[in-house]
């Protein structure tokens, strides 16, 4: 089991690095479980990424208390609302589907709004 969650964490690490770059796929997500792999694999990438200058904090930080910081709540939001936007007017889905979609956004943007916040490094 450990070289599996060793090859799950590398592929979450490679996922998360893609979402950090490209709009509207979640960096954060696939690091935090990446975190997790390691976790059960290797202490030393573990520590890595909790270690990490710039992805680490935030990874304690969900860790500790399952926080997310202000200014990350309102990008996550953004995100998904202008996800639902090139849904939209690029499928030209039905009225169903459409609601659909809108229903499984806004819960997952409730669950991102309902996490503890963490004052981030510009203080919001």
């Not at 060793?6 to 770059?21: D, E, H, K, R, T």
């Not at 960096?27 to 976790?39: H, S």
């Not at 520590?47 to 930080?61: E, I, Q, S, V």
């Amino acid at each position: 089991m450990r070289i599996i969650y060793f090859s799950l964490g590398w592929v979450m690490v490679a996922l998360g690095v893609i979402g950090l770059v490209m709009p509207l796929m979640p960096g954060a997500v696939f690091l935090i479980v990446a975190v997790a792999c390691f976790a059960r694999s290797s202490p030393r990438f573990e520590a890595w990424l909790l270690d990490h200058p710039t992805f680490g904090k935030p990874l304690r930080d969900w860790r500790a208390a399952g926080a997310i910081p202000r200014s990350a709540k309102a990008m996550a939001c953004v995100g998904m609302t202008i996800g639902f936007l090139v849904f939209w007017y690029s499928v030209d889905p039905s009225l169903p589907l459409a609601v659909g979609v809108a229903v499984m956004f806004l819960a997952c943007a409730a669950y991102v709004v309902s996490r503890p916040a963490v004052v981030d490094e510009n203080g919001i």
